[in-house]
């Protein structure tokens, strides 16, 4: 469905345009875990296979196919959708969507109540609109909304621009509709069921009404048959480059994790004719699964990865080196990790859909964001703790989210559901040390006859998150050290 927008240059000054620069147009616009056990095997292919190198489509300059050439300059994508009432517009005369000249965000002929016969009027030559969110970033608090302006910072509308809707969003959230591509990278005869993935781009769906947005899922089995993997992502890639630079790539990895070593389970091996999952380092793996995807990630603006896999993957200290030593050397903006034993993907279907709302369509930024995205996950904290690996400039940054319950996950420890000397059950009375200094909680037996006791402490640097919090329970943030060298 075409949509009509009213398009405004953008410019540096919140008030004062060139008359140049103003012109107002429009356009159209089975098991659920995932553990297991499987011997290591060197990923020796990796040094051998020829890769397929793609042309890049984010380069300046060049060549297409068949010796044309072509030019691609940076594309500023506009919003959609309206900031107030996120919804788009079927005609300009229905819902024109007014663009703002200071961001890509655009607000509908719905949402304001314009006076009448001033239509004319702020569709000239000489005026720009900023929206809402602008002007209360920029204007003094309090000041009254105006909406449209002349090129010398005056108001067009002789009042206030009334608003008829409240911002269902932040103020500093965005409803964006630029490319998105999600990656699902699926161990081959892998159960899927559930898994947040699929769901999260159903749910972007409705806002690509023009394209932009693909979901590829590829079974890989790197191990017997690396060349069907890498045949496979060149026809995607060859594909995919053809209709659009991907700005977000999200790509999912959903495998088994061997429960001692940690390592990702990589497809099939038949030695000796017993057909069998072996697994390789997460930092060997990863080189093989992403570099032919390179062309596509080199022009993303942002790349998520996200493990759907058992916590052995970040228990083990080896296997977690690697993996922070992989998200470093790919550049990823963001990496989601989780530690559960028997991890199940399904329960992470709240986290996945915020963060496609928060981070994907709002544009927040994901360590801003990973806290709100959490507050409707309580029940995953139960189940898991949850790692945000992000590179920094020069080194990684760990933060660790763990859920923390004064009766079942008394500062994000597990108390054991029996006592594990008496074997009772239900029997645990729980004191607060609040002389200690350190917030401690103690939990003893309650049966007379056994002395079993625990003693939890708040970890150090635990911040305590406010979204999603309830009465003796919430998220909390704590750092983490890289293991980097």
């Not at 496979?232 to 594909?239: D, G, L, R, Y």
Request: include cysteine.
């Amino acid at each position: 469905m075409c949509k009509f927008l009213l398009l405004c240059s953008l410019f540096s000054h919140p008030f004062l345009l060139s008359p140049s620069a103003i012109m107002v147009r429009t356009k159209m616009t089975a098991k659920k875990s995932n553990g297991g056990s499987a011997p290591r095997v060197p990923l020796k292919t990796l040094k051998t296979l020829k890769f397929t190198k793609t042309r890049p489509s984010c380069i300046s300059g060049g060549e297409l196919e068949g010796g044309e050439p072509m030019e691609v300059s940076e594309m500023v994508h506009h919003n959609g959708f309206c900031i107030l009432c996120r919804d788009g517009s079927a005609s300009f005369q229905e819902n024109p969507l007014f663009m703002c000249n200071h961001c890509p965000r655009v607000m509908c002929r719905l949402c304001m109540e314009l006076p009448l016969d001033t239509e004319d009027t702020i569709l000239g030559e000489d005026v720009s609109f900023m929206c809402i969110c602008c002007h209360m970033k920029v204007a003094e608090e309090g000041a009254p909304y105006f909406g449209f302006y002349y090129p010398d910072g005056t108001t067009v509308l002789k009042s206030f621009l009334c608003i008829q809707a409240s911002l269902e969003v932040s103020a500093l959230a965005k409803i964006s509709t630029a490319p998105i591509l999600f990656i699902h990278l699926v161990l081959i005869n892998f159960e899927t069921t559930g898994s947040p993935f699929p769901f999260a781009h159903s749910f972007l769906q409705p806002y690509f009404t023009s394209g932009g947005i693909e979901y590829r899922e590829i079974a890989y089995d790197i191990i017997s048959a690396p060349d069907a993997y890498l045949k496979t992502i060149a026809q995607i890639i060859k594909t995919l480059n053809k209709v659009f630079v991907w700005e977000r790539v999200v790509i999912g990895i959903s495998t088994h994790t061997d429960n001692d070593q940690g390592d990702i389970f990589a497809g099939y091996s038949d030695d000796g004719g017993d057909k069998h999952y072996v697994s390789a380092g997460f930092d060997q793996f990863l080189e093989f699964v992403l570099r032919p995807w390179q062309s596509v990630l080199d022009c993303a603006k942002e790349t998520y990865l996200w493990l759907l896999c058992c916590g052995s993957l970040v228990n083990n200290t080896d296997a977690f080196a690697g993996l922070q030593s992989a998200v470093v050397r790919h550049k990823l903006s963001a990496t989601i990790a989780f530690n559960a034993r028997c991890f199940q993907p399904s329960f992470a279907s709240h986290l996945f859909l915020a963060f496609t709302e928060h981070v994907l369509m709002e544009r927040c930024p994901i360590c801003s964001a990973f806290g709100e995205m959490l507050g409707q996950s309580s029940k995953l904290g139960r189940h898991t703790d949850v790692l945000l690996l992000t590179p920094l400039e020069a080194t990684l940054q760990i933060t660790k989210f763990t859920w923390g319950d004064t009766k079942f996950r008394p500062w994000g420890c597990f108390l054991p559901i029996q006592c594990p000397t008496c074997g009772c059950t239900n029997s645990w009375r729980s004191a607060y040390a609040r002389d200690s200094g350190n917030k401690t909680y103690l939990f003893e037996c309650k049966n007379t006859s056994c002395d079993q006791s625990f003693t939890f402490i708040q970890p150090t640097g635990a911040t305590m998150l406010s979204s999603g919090r309830k009465q003796g329970c919430s998220w909390m943030e704590v750092p983490m050290e890289p293991l980097l060298t």
